[in-house]
């Protein structure tokens, strides 16, 4: 009976060193989420996963520099928006049941615009690398942070390219009527008119639309100097370039910065030729750009989207003004971004009070079959 006694005992104590054991394993593998929302599926997956990976390279990048002190790692959880609004809130309480600290998102504003207010009520942090419309900074959101630029910036640029470089003094506009899209297209229309450029026409299409007959009769009617085209996606923007194209209109060709990817030339091909797309200046030749770029082909096979470096700059930013609070707490965490002064593979990155990080647009020109940089709107001069 002693004996029996003595084993019990013995694994009694075995089994509370293996339970501390397991405890002190379970605190040692904690992890740090962060979560992605965009576009995975539908017209817009392209530039939805290009900020997916973006993000998931950051955190390659951080790991391998030593992690997250206190982590021991960190996880990436993607949620699909479809850049749908409805779709996209549910998309952030996902996130919030995950609980991530921090999401790198979205894409279309008018899925960012509502995620955000949902993400806000828990205090998580967001960083867009995508959504440029003026409201998404401007609601007094603490934790909601830009790395892109803002359309009441690329408007104006895109109109000084347009009188001072190209001489164009009438232009026909045409948008898809969601919030970013249709913003900027409105924007650029009274930047056209304080300019002095006439606008003969502002007309608008479907999402989902593929046949543009209706409206680019009206265009070729019009023969506008320039017709603007600014659409949600490339792939939407490159059947209107064909279309255009097949229908003989001869105006210049202009888009903005979702129109601005390399699908745009997979697509329309030859028809892309000669088109002015208005982006960030990325400089591609900076030690930053080439080490991201090393990393995402490694990953991926392909060459950076349009937003992939941008969504990288963002899901860094977030890592590092974390790792210098040594802590995750939001409002110790977003004192830490706003220190924040680095150079990023998309640009300097440094972030405002209102959570921008400023905009420096310049005109791409399609040659050969690659975006060139052709108009600096900061210097007002070719490159």
Request: aromatic content about 8%; glycine content about 8%.
């Amino acid at each position: 009976m002693k004996r029996l006694l003595v084993l019990a005992v013995a694994l009694l104590a075995l089994g509370l060193l293996l339970a501390g054991c397991g405890g002190e394993e379970k605190k040692a593998e904690q992890v740090l989420k962060i979560g992605t929302m965009s576009p995975l599926t539908g017209p817009y997956a392209a530039d939805g996963n290009d900020i997916r990976q973006g993000a998931e390279i950051a955190v390659e990048v951080f790991t391998e520099a030593g992690g997250m002190p206190g982590f021991s790692k960190i996880e990436v959880f993607s949620e699909d928006t479809a850049c749908d609004p409805k779709q996209a809130v549910a998309a952030a309480n996902k996130l919030i049941n995950e609980k991530v600290t921090a999401v790198v998102g979205a894409y279309c504003s008018s899925s960012t615009i509502p995620a955000s207010e949902t993400l806000a009520e828990e205090n998580i942090i967001m960083l867009t690398p995508a959504s440029t419309n003026p409201k998404v900074t401007e609601r007094g959101l603490p934790y909601m942070f830009r790395t892109c630029g803002r359309d009441d910036h690329q408007a104006p640029a895109a109109v000084k390219f347009m009188k001072d470089v190209e001489g164009v003094k009438t232009i026909f506009i045409v948008d898809d009527k969601t919030t970013y899209s249709q913003g900027l297209a409105e924007g650029v229309a009274a930047a056209a008119a304080a300019a002095g450029i006439q606008v003969l026409e502002h007309d608008h299409v479907n999402q989902g639309d593929k046949d543009y007959s209706a409206v680019l009769t009206k265009v070729k009617a019009a023969n506008p100097d320039l017709f603007y085209i600014s659409l949600q996606n490339s792939a939407t923007g490159a059947l209107m370039v064909i279309q255009a194209k097949r229908m003989g209109i001869d105006a210049i060709l202009m888009g903005q910065d979702a129109v601005y990817h390399p699908k745009l030339m997979e697509i329309a091909k030859a028809d892309a030729e000669g088109m002015y797309c208005t982006f960030g200046a990325i400089d591609k030749d900076a030690p930053k750009f080439k080490e991201f770029l090393s990393k995402y082909q490694a990953k991926t096979g392909n060459e950076p989207g349009a937003y992939s470096a941008y969504a990288f700059d963002s899901a860094t930013a977030y890592l590092m003004a974390a790792k210098a609070a040594g802590t995750t707490d939001p409002a110790k965490v977003r004192e830490e971004m706003l220190k924040l002064d680095f150079t990023g593979a998309s640009k300097q990155i440094k972030y405002e009070e209102n959570g921008d990080s400023g905009s420096n647009y310049t005109v791409y020109k399609v040659q050969d079959g690659k975006f060139v940089p052709y108009w600096n709107s900061l210097t007002g001069e070719k490159y």
